[in-house]
């Protein structure tokens, strides 16, 4: 294994440096499965979890339109399902 190649721990396969998310709490700064896995384990969540992806989703869109107006917000996922 090359100096800058780590192997991922979900699919086992030795990849480059670059096909790693950055963790800062990882001893090397990088997290332990590559991006590739963790977008698949993200898209099987969120088809196991329709609802909680959508609120998710909704509040991200809400919250970032509220930032670029200046706008106060304070609504997360707890409240949406309450309603």
Known sequence: MEARQKQCTQCGVV???DDFSKEARNKDGL???CKQCNALKKRQYC????IIAQTGHMISGARKRAK?????????QEYVRSL
Do not use: T
């Not at 088809?47 to 329709?50: L, V």
């Not at 670029?68 to 997360?76: A, C, V």
């Open 15 to 17: 990849k480059s440096f």
């Open 47 to 50: 088809k196991n979890n329709p």
């Open 68 to 76: 670029k107006k200046n706008l106060p917000f304070d609504i997360d």
């Open 31 to 33: 997290r332990s499965e």
